[in-house]
């Protein structure tokens, strides 16, 4: 829920940034006889309301939000439980664990083959995109059996690929994987791989 929490705290800051904003922006083309009346006037009562409905307004906007992603997540559950094309069981399986990474307790809805998809995907998917968020989402399931595939995408010829590997590592704290990952640390061209190796050791170490 802290995610979830943290979109309505900013939906709400920025509500209430925009409110002061154009207030402040009225008060300053206000002629002095307008601005005289508005001194006098219950407007600490009104700002107070009208700061209170701009938060009414996103509780219920994040709960009516919540409840969209809940039936959207529900009905690809079940698409991929039975799905039997493999390019439909990856469409639905990235999309599972991109929209619940923060929330990979949801992801018992889909079954226990949706380790088997990723792994499947990040093995053998000509697609190097796919095989990044393949690799990321392994990570987020944080099953132990994602550890060797990792590693070995951690040698995938394109860097986006090894970067998400070398994070996933990181967060199933594989130590095994620390020799590799200050490998990449020391000799990876690319710097964001590099980066993604570092805080991987990181992870572990912690």
Known sequence: MRGEHGNIGIFI???LLVAI???FFLWSIFPEPWREFLRNGPWGVAAVGLAGVIIVLSIVRGAH???EHKRARDRVAKVFREATDPALQKRAALWLVEHDRDHPERLAD????????????LKTDPEKLDR??????????????????????????????RAEAA?????????????RLREMVEDDWDPNARGRAREALERIAG
């Open 13 to 15: 800051l920025t509500h």
């Open 21 to 23: 904003l154009v207030g």
């Open 65 to 67: 939000a919540r409840r």
């Open 110 to 121: 889909a079954g226990s083959a949706l380790f088997d998809v990723l792994l499947r995907v």
């Open 132 to 161: 990044t968020r393949a690799a990321n989402g392994l990570g987020v399931l944080g099953d132990p059996r994602a550890i060797a595939p990792l590693l070995a995408a951690t040698t995938d010829e394109y860097a986006f690929v």
């Open 167 to 179: 994070l996933a590592l990181g967060k199933l704290k594989a130590k095994q994987a620390e020799t």
